[in-house]
């Protein structure tokens, strides 16, 4: 037997996310092992118990080990603890730490006297108007039979229940996955629970004890969630939610369709409600709903992310007055501005219904052309292209427009797991996105890891500014294998389609040669088809050397967001810095403008629809943007004219913030 000590660094402590990538690891392997702390001993392969000794940050945690393979696990426990668990930097919960992608719009203010007659404030969490009846969402209990089918019976109605539950969470993360990633988490998350050993043995004695599936998981499920609610740390006790989330779901499934369920309106409405989970909020049917308002909740809580990557306007923290508002009753919901309007008169109806028709009209207009190049008002084309995770983003980016893909994050086949893909795994991977995208241009780039993307088998040392670290290109060139395999899978997928290799985080001159002499040894060792082979501008030190790269290299890709959080020295992920952290930068745009060469842009900059005309000006080849970005893009670009774009770009080079900029495009649109 072995045993360890742990102090557990992550800043709010084992909550969810960083608990379920321990419990993962843990998992892994035949031995058992136990977590103790203070006078509690609970099985490591368990979220829930994990989770329920509510380890705080700086706790210590005694690790005992038991069976054939204790070492390895000891060994890949102790990585997985000093990577952060998931956590990178050993980062606060990713809601509130993460928002990049999908950062809430600005709110624009409303003063309290420019509150419209018989209006609600609340925090603006998702952009967009709706306007309808409002419809409650009432919290409704899921009625449980009384009956008793047998144990094995029972036992098979659970397991069916379990198998939709985790199939529909499944495709959730998927749905969310590009453009909520974190959110994405939360279901992961979810899909653990439901294959806890802990829960499911605990449901399994209550079968055994003649209660039928539905009594014996709603009882275990109320026992874990209260146990989790009794702890003293609110951010651990708030897991209570999330058990009882994904029990209800499942508690659904086993009371059959009817029971608990909704009845929606035959109209679309504006859903009213205490509050919305997740998976409350992730479920909602466009088709029936407008927009969103909560009494309570926060423009970084889950559902206000999950609102805003589905498109759904959303005020959250309105107070429990909304819930006075009789179901039937017409509002105006301002995502934008959080303030509800309830029964406003015709004048501002017909306003606010010819604002949404302007935007859908345009959206749609945009939506109808995705197929068509995007072409400047004086005839020149620029490419938009998708960035993509796997492959089912590529198949979603090749039916939506894209006319190739800028960017693949690889990093994403190889997080999350214990062990890295094998090279025939990724060669299906990389080979399915080369066909899906139908012979059209697609940039692979190799992996990026590091910085806040560790992963539990790739050894680094503790570092205090892992962005400034080992990362990208320069981890992978220290572990030449993993490198290689990656390179092999890549140029065995070549004959599939029209395939580039792009190396993340170039600093270096040396660092290109390395790592195009791998790439020329294996395409030669393959007898591989040649392929582009170009380089990421994300570091100012390439931005400032780009005219010697140009000699060599075939393309170049300007990543905005690290090449703005390096130029800037502003961590891309800081919560208060958000603001002034600004692509528009006349500092970055420098950095832009000397690449030179055939030059895509991969960062989030490329679909902000005020860096499109200087960016076009900068005389940039392909804006790579995320998938539901592609048609708007497009749009934009058309209508644009690029004597005046370059006129334009030259002007916000002299500018000397990134407010002047903005101004700068404001005016002249
Ligand atoms: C970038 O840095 O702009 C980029 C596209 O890469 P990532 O966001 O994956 O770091
Ligand atoms: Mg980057």
């Known amino acids: 037997m072995k045993q360890l000590n742990f102090v557990i660094d992550n800043a709010t402590g084992l909550h969810a996310r960083p608990a379920k990538v321990f419990v993962k690891t843990a998992k892994q392997f035949k031995s058992d092992i136990r977590v103790l702390l203070g006078s509690k001993k609970v099985n490591a392969k368990s979220l ?3 989770l329920g000794l509510g380890v705080k940050h700086g706790g210590t945690i005694e690790v005992e080990l038991d069976g054939v393979d204790e070492e390895l696990a000891a060994e890949a426990l102790q990585t997985a603890v ?8 050993h980062k606060p919960e990713p809601a509130a730490a993460k928002s990049a992608p999908s950062k809430p719009a600005a709110p624009t203010p409303v003063a309290e006297d420019k509150l419209p007659k018989n209006g609600l404030r609340g925090v603006a969490a998702a952009p967009g108007l709706a306007i309808g009846p409002v419809f409650q969402l009432r919290q409704t209990a899921v009625r449980i039979a009384d009956g008793f089918a047998g144990v094995e019976a029972e036992q098979a109605s659970l397991n069916k229940a379990l198998a939709q539950g985790k ?20 279901f992961e998350v979810h899909q653990e629970l439901l294959t806890d050993d802990d829960l499911l043995e605990a449901v399994q004695q209550k079968i055994q004890a003649q209660q039928n599936a539905g009594q014996a998981w709603q009882t275990t499920i109320e026992e874990w969630a209260n146990q989790l609610a009794a702890l003293d740390d609110p951010l651990l006790a708030a897991r209570a939610a999330d058990v009882r989330d994904v029990g209800n779901r499942i508690l659904k499934l086993l009371a059959g369709d009817e029971s608990g369920e909704v009845e929606w309106p035959d109209h679309p409405v504006v859903v009213i409600a205490h509050d919305l989970t997740p ?14 308002a909560t009494a309570v909740g926060g423009p970084t809580a889950h559902s206000a992310i999950i609102a805003r990557a589905l498109s759904l306007p959303a005020v ?5 007055g909304l819930l006075e508002i009789v179901d039937g009753t017409a509002v105006i919901l301002n995502g934008s501005s959080g303030v509800i309007q309830v029964n406003p008169d015709e004048a501002a109806q017909k306003e606010a219904k010819n604002q949404l028709a302007v935007a859908k009209k345009q959206q749609q207009a945009a939506r109808e052309r995705a197929a068509e190049p995007a072409i400047t008002l004086d005839n020149h084309r620029v490419e938009i292209a998708a960035n993509i995770g796997g492959v089912d983003d590529a198949q979603n980016a090749n039916q939506s427009g894209a006319e190739g893909v800028g960017l693949l994050r690889t990093e994403f086949l190889f997080l999350d797991r214990a062990t890295p893909p094998s090279e025939d795994e990724q060669f299906q991977v990389y080979r399915q996105i080369a066909e899906a995208m139908e012979g059209k241009p697609v940039i692979i780039r190799t992996l990026d890891i590091g910085g806040d993307k560790p992963l539990p088998y790739v050894k680094v040392q503790p570092e205090d500014n892992p962005f400034l670290g080992e990362r990208g290109l320069r981890l992978c060139l220290n572990r030449p294998e993993l490198m290689r395999e990656q390179l092999r899978a890549i140029l065995r997928a070549a004959g599939y389609g029209s395939l580039r290799i792009m190396f993340p985080m170039v600093a270096d001159m040396s660092e ?25 501008i994300e570091i ?30 502003m961590d891309r992920m800081h919560p208060t810095l958000a603001g002034k952290s600004d692509g528009l930068h006349p500092a970055v745009l420098r950095g832009a403008h000397a690449a030179g060469k055939w030059v895509g842009v991969c960062g989030e900059l490329g679909a902000d629809p005020q860096a499109t005309p200087i960016l076009l000006g900068l005389g940039v080849d392909e804006l790579s943007v995320s998938v539901p970005s592609i048609a708007l893009v497009k749009a ?7 004597a005046k774009a370059q006129k334009l770009a030259a002007k916000a080079l002299a500018c000397t913030t990134a407010r002047e900029v903005r101004d700068l495009v404001g005016v002249t649109k």
């Open 48 to 50: 829930i118990a994990v």
């Open 82 to 89: 000093a990577t952060g668990l998931g956590e990178g930097d």
């Open 167 to 186: 199939a529909a969470l499944a495709d959730l993360c998927r749905q969310l996955q590009a453009h909520a990633p974190d959110e994405a988490a939360i």
């Open 279 to 292: 998976s409350d909020t992730a479920t909602l049917d466009p088709q029936k709903v407008l927009g969103f």
């Open 316 to 320: 959250v923290s309105v107070g429990e």
């Open 512 to 536: 290109w040669h390395a790592a195009k002499t791998m790439v020329d040894e294996i395409r030669a060792e393959l007898d591989a088809p040649e392929v582009p082979v170009g380089i990421m």
């Open 540 to 569: 100012p030190a390439a931005a400032l050397m780009a005219d010697l790269f140009a000699q060599e290299v075939d393309f170049f890709s300007i990543g905005t967001n690290d090449l703005t959080q390096y130029t800037l020295a």
């Open 636 to 642: 934009k670009i058309r209508t644009l004219n690029r």
